[in-house]
């Protein structure tokens, strides 16, 4: 399984920024975790890749949407309305087992992709 996170950067805040996830190999629960230095790695949002069901933790209730293009095998997060304690190096992982909260529920992450949110 490989999995190949992109579209980080600089956008203001009120600002959108869609991040891309290409995967290989056997996928069936993704998700998004970001993580700020010094701090744990956060749960933002998850999703089921043959059903597309979405699941999301707080901070991206209502701003952010998780969806997946199975043709294309590309996971995405389309992110709204960022503020600036969005700002996050954000990976996607696949979910072996267990909570979507715990990082020990997944075993491949790929590569983060920092976003940053700032005037």
């Known amino acids: 399984v490989q999995l190949q996170a992109s579209g980080g950067g600089l956008v203001q805040p009120g600002g959108s920024l869609r991040l891309s996830c290409v995967v290989s190999?056997?996928?069936?629960?993704l998700g998004w975790l970001r993580q700020v230095p010094g701090k744990e790695r956060e749960f933002v949002a998850g999703?089921?890749?043959?059903?597309?069901?979405?699941y999301y933790g707080e901070s991206a209730k209502g701003r952010f949407t998780i969806s997946r293009d199975t043709a294309k095998k590309t996971l995405y997060l389309q992110m709204n309305r960022l503020k600036p304690e969005d700002t996050a190096v954000y990976y996607c992982?696949?979910?072996?087992?267990?909570?979507?909260?715990?990082?020990?529920?997944?075993?491949?992450w790929g590569r983060g992709t920092l976003v940053t949110v700032s005037s």
């Open positions: 999703i089921s890749w043959s059903e597309g069901s979405p």
């Open positions: 992982a696949r979910l072996s087992s267990g909570s979507f909260y715990a990082t020990s529920s997944y075993d491949y």
């Open positions: 190999g056997n996928v069936y629960v």
